[in-house]
């Protein structure tokens, strides 16, 4: 937790109210309460030496000496603030988005979050003119997200130093749909949408000849 708005947030966000630091305290913008990790390593077993297909042939030489690695990562989502932009406040700051909306006391996660409703948007309004927000930073709980990623490694040896690397690629490889960025601008016409996703799959192969 912190009580500095821009820490570690993309865009300079300034206190609300300049004269009450002590509203600021809330989840640090980059809080990320669980995350979970693995690596795997493994030699596929066919080819020269190995289990299967080790009698040589089209087969053997096609499919052996591949080497493959996998990163899966899953992860909460990070906090996300409700807030109104373009007042005449922060206009006159200089800056933006800072002023906060006023937390009704509803509920405000959804069991069933969508695209288009992923937190309950009445959990929050916006202000009376002149008025500081009564909402805290950070309130909205921001999407999970899961994905792994898969790696095909071959060495190829030629005569004396000479080798061939081929390597193929591919991120998040079931191609799971990933949300990242919300829209909690309590004014905006899209509050409580999701407006940004990550890349969805990719494979890319490279190969490099080492002499």
Do not use: H
Not at 39 to 57: H, Q, S, Y
Not at 85 to 104: F, H, I, K, M, P
Request: charged share 15%; net charge positive.
């Amino acid at each position: 937790m912190d009580n500095t708005p821009s820490l570690g947030s993309a865009a300079a966000i300034v206190e609300q109210d300049p004269n009450n630091p002590g509203a600021e305290w809330a989840l640090s913008n980059f809080d990320r309460r669980q995350q979970f990790t693995a690596n795997f390593v493994a030699e596929l077993p066919f080819g020269a030496n190995r289990r299967w297909l080790d009698k040589g042939g089209l087969f053997s030489t096609v499919a052996g000496g591949w080497t493959v690695t996998a990163a899966f990562a899953a992860q909460s989502g990070t906090p996300f603030t409700a807030r109104l932009c373009g007042a005449a406040r922060d206009v006159a700051q200089g800056t933006n988005c800072s002023l906060r909306g006023d937390y009704t006391g509803l509920p405000i996660q959804l069991d069933d979050p969508t695209v288009t409703s992923f937190f309950n948007t009445a959990a929050f309004t916006a202000p009376p003119p002149g008025v500081f927000g009564n909402a805290s930073r950070n309130m909205i709980v921001g999407p999970a997200g899961r994905q792994l990623n898969g790696t095909l490694v071959r060495d190829i040896r030629l005569n004396g130093n000479r080798a061939v690397t081929l390597q193929v690629n591919a991120t998040n490889l079931f191609n799971t749909v990933q949300w990242t960025v919300l829209d909690t601008d309590i004014n905006s016409r899209t509050f409580g949408n999701v407006l940004a996703a990550k890349p969805m799959r990719a494979v890319t192969l490279t190969m490099r000849f080492r002499f």
